[in-house]
């Protein structure tokens, strides 16, 4: 946890961001993984941690700005409590770590919102994205469970989105812990990504780092030959030689913030002509945007320009044609690129989604396009000092996709369908950093992790006894 005087100061701002009213969040409780007893790990809300720190099932906090005082709903343990889980501070004391004097059984919690309606203060809360939470919410406030989600205040998304979008010094420095963890997991990925290894061997591995470094991963691992997929959780096959395998994963530090890296190597160590030539676009195309992000630059922009770069390096190898400005304007990358540039990072990992992509990423001058694939860009708006986003192009080749755009004779006149037939098998290449916004530009996070092709190759070379000198094991 930070020190108290971090959470203080945060619910201050906030108070002055929200000007009246209570705001109410909602912490989580354990949910039951095959009953009740047995649960999955716990995770607490992001929007609770980052105003209140308790890492503990069963709290809820308010922040009443109109007699700027903040409480700490939440029960003392049992007898029976301590005999399962040993001795536990009290509620009181919890409290007092994270700057707060009030507290009160958590059952007081109905009676202090009623109260608060009954005398015209305005109850604020947050999208809940919980059947357990929607269920509370409706009892607290009288609401029918379906329409618990309409009343979310968009007053307080606002205020939460600008507090959290800047991430301070102590912020940054998790996010680093949540680096290092990526890098061993990519590292030792890269390392194990050897001609007859399963892919759950590798998936497994990676995990297990994340959990023995603090963890858990900040998503399901996505790792697969098959990277065309973008999300793919199926990890079954067997590594042959002549494939790419993707590795999309992050973890959480103990104290939730996230990392989310992703490389791509060949399977056995070499690329291949073929590999290298659609790999050295991703990487242009990713490092161009580590060039030029900075305050100021929208990052659809940044997306346009990895866009324009990949449209480039594709007409070079003779996979597309024609002019890249208008291929770019008639969206004909979007048959390779069908995602995104990239998405905030924070205590979650894709940082605040449960608030509403639009909050997050866009505003009133910056709308989402309808074009496909542009419509996934997460984030669009112009980058600040202290953003941490994803940097994540990629080129994909989806049969799929393609069979249906050439039927379609969709971008025919930027798109060579006859050499991209050859392709079908090639699967997928996305390489991905975290990068925090500076005054005059931006940083990557993290110690680099392998990342050119001679900086793969040498890496997938090296014995397994670099993970030991490296500090591992
Ligand atoms: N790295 C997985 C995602 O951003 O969705």
Known sequence: MFHKSVYTSRRAQLKKELGSGIALFLGNVDAAFNYGA???????DSNFLYYFGLDHAGFSGVVDVDNDTDYLFGNDVDMDDIIWMGPQPLVSELAAEVGISKTAPYGDLTSFVSKAVKSGQK?????????????????????????????????????VVKQREIKDEHEIAEIEKAMFTAYMMHTTSMKMAQPGMVEQDIAGTIEGIAIALGGPVSFPVILSVDGQTLHNHNHHNILKEGRMMVTDAGAETAMHYASDITRTVPVGGKFNTRQAEIYQIVL????????????????????????????????QVGLMKGDTDAALEAGAHTLFLPHGLGHMMGLDVHDMEGLGEDFVGYNESIKRSDQFGTAYLRMAKALKTGHVVTDEPGIYFIPALIDQFKAEGKFKDFVNYEKLETYKDF????????????????????????KTISEVEKTMAEPREWIKREGFI
């Open 427 to 450: 699967g997928g290449i996305r390489i991905e950093d975290d990068i925090l916004i500076t005054d005059h530009g931006c940083t990557v996070l993290g110690k680099p992790i392998p």
């Open 38 to 44: 047995n649960t999955y790990s716990f995770r607490q």
């Open 123 to 159: 109850v604020h809360f947050l999208p809940p994205y919980r059947g357990e939470t929607i269920i509370e919410l409706a009892a607290l406030l009288n609401l029918p469970v379906q329409e618990v989600k309409a009343h979310a205040s968009t007053d307080l998304i606002k205020a």
């Open 284 to 315: 242009d195309a990713n490092m161009e945007v580590i060039k030029a992000s900075k305050p100021g630059v929208l990052y659809r922009d940044m997306h346009f320009l990895a866009s324009r770069v990949i449209i480039d390096g594709l007409k």
